[in-house]
């Protein structure tokens, strides 16, 4: 939703010296509340009370009042995610992307881990000058979005990318879906939603999609924990993010579609696959 500026009449200037200074009071109340809630008093009720407000949702609040750039996913889009993320968190939460949306995603799971994976590293920094709380890492993507149709063809030729069953991500510098070069907490963590709005791909030298598509099918069928891995999978309009969302995320397990965004509920392997059915492919 576009920004609209409401200017009051010129010749009213009581109405313009009432409309300042609300805006004046309600941003020094942000601030004030922001400063409150980086106290010790406020982190010591904050430990006692699960409903209390956390530092990273006052930031997210005085950033989005503030700020004129909103995020790039619809309301409606926002609003399946979120509404899915309410219900886990707190959570271990993994978003492929880091942008103008970050803080919101992060304010949305404040007592669990929202960790944000991010090809640029200037990126990176840019956007925690303003949003400091974050938790980034820079991803090195070993594809180029002119390969997705070569890669989707040669996958299950190569021993270390399929079949799912022993397919692995950590050090796997033969499979180049693989992202072989994550840190170590990505690994160790099963992660219980996934977003995927990165890396880039709309340009042929580009990145594209397939890598961390891949990649979250297969933390996801390696899940050790109850219940399912929720993946959340934006830009279904363009036609690699749709193919390679077919072959590895799989239509039987989309539950929901709105806009340019997918929703799909991946159970563990071990819960939906009898003796040899892995072997047989990702869906």
Not at 135 to 161: F, G, I, M
Not at 172 to 190: F, H, I, M
Not at 191 to 198: H, P
């Amino acid at each position: 939703m576009k920004n609209r500026r409401f200017l009051p009449d010129n010749n009213n200037p009581c109405l313009l010296l009432v409309l300042l200074s609300g805006l004046i009071g309600g941003e020094f109340l942000i601030i004030v509340f922001l400063r409150a809630a980086d106290s010790p008093l406020t982190h010591s009720a904050a430990s006692t009370s699960p409903l209390a407000t956390t530092p990273i949702q006052l930031r997210a609040i005085l950033h989005y009042a503030t700020s004129p750039v909103v995020p790039q996913q619809t309301l409606d889009e926002i609003t399946l995610s979120f509404d899915v993320l309410r219900s886990l968190s707190p959570c271990n939460f993994l978003v492929f992307g880091l942008g103008h949306d970050s803080l919101m995603w992060a304010s949305f799971n404040p007592r669990g881990n929202t960790l944000f994976l991010e090809e640029d590293p200037r990126w990176i920094q840019s956007i925690l000058k303003n949003a400091p709380d974050l938790q980034a890492h820079t991803v090195n993507y070993r594809t180029k979005l002119s390969e997705s149709k070569a890669l989707l063809k040669s996958y299950k030729s190569e021993p270390d990318c399929f079949p799912p069953d022993k397919a692995f991500l950590k050090n796997n510098d033969k499979c180049r879906l693989a992202l072989s070069g994550l840190p170590n907490e990505v690994y160790d963590k099963e992660w219980d939603m996934i977003m995927i709005d990165a890396p880039r791909g709309w340009f042929a030298e580009a990145p594209g999609r397939m890598a961390a598509i891949y990649s979250a099918a297969v933390m996801a069928r390696k899940r050790k924990g109850s219940g399912v891995t929720h993946v959340f999978l934006h830009d279904v309009d363009r036609r690699v993010e749709k193919a390679y969302a077919k072959e590895f995320l799989c239509r039987k397990y989309l539950v929901k579609g709105v806009g340019r965004l997918w929703h799909f509920e991946i159970p563990p392997a071990a819960n939906v696959s009898g003796e040899g059915r892995e072997s047989a492919g990702f869906c």
